[in-house]
């Protein structure tokens, strides 16, 4: 993972999730892996369990998966999420970190990507005078 990603750009990752959790209640993880050898969407909605990210009192986590090495990303969000969006709701999101990915930004897409999904859970979930952080911002990596 060292190669994948620059201390620099690891702390940078974690830096854009606290400062996307400022203005919401929602819970924003990313998890990184070499590799994803079917449906990146299913893989997401596997390691976010694995994470428990089910675990908020609003049910309103979001996870940004990357395999790296497979090219493949996905971006899901939780019921109470889900529940109130529309379901092209992660679209631009989406586009604008295949973009970035294509052009090599790994780090650049993965720090947009947080910083538009925090502006996007503001709108559905801003933050509360009593938030707990319910999720950790450091980055999990998979094998």
């Known amino acids: 993972m060292a190669a994948f990603l620059s201390k620099k750009e690891r702390e940078g ?3 854009a999730i606290r400062s996307a959790e400022m ?10 892996e070499p590799e994803c050898k079917g449906d990146p969407y299913l893989k997401a ?10 675990d908020t009192q609003r049910r309103n986590a979001v996870l940004i998966y990357l395999a790296y090495k497979s ?10 999420i889900n529940e109130l969006v529309g379901e092209g ?15 090599g930004r ?3 897409g ?12 503001k709108d559905y979930f801003p ?13 999990s990596f998979g094998e």
Not at 71 to 80: E, V
Not at 89 to 103: I, L, T
């Open 13 to 15: 990752i974690v830096d």
């Open 23 to 32: 203005d919401t209640s929602g819970e924003i993880r990313v998890h990184i």
């Open 45 to 54: 909605a596997y390691v976010f369990s694995r994470l428990k990210m089910f």
């Open 71 to 80: 090219h493949k990303f996905a971006i899901i969000g939780d019921s109470g």
């Open 89 to 103: 709701f992660w679209n631009d999101v989406r586009d604008a970190m295949s973009a970035d990915f294509a052009s």
């Open 106 to 108: 790994f780090s650049d």
């Open 110 to 121: 993965l720090v947009s990507a947080i910083l538009s999904v925090g502006r996007k859970l």
């Open 127 to 139: 933050y509360q005078k009593d938030d707990v952080n319910e999720q950790s911002d450091e980055i």
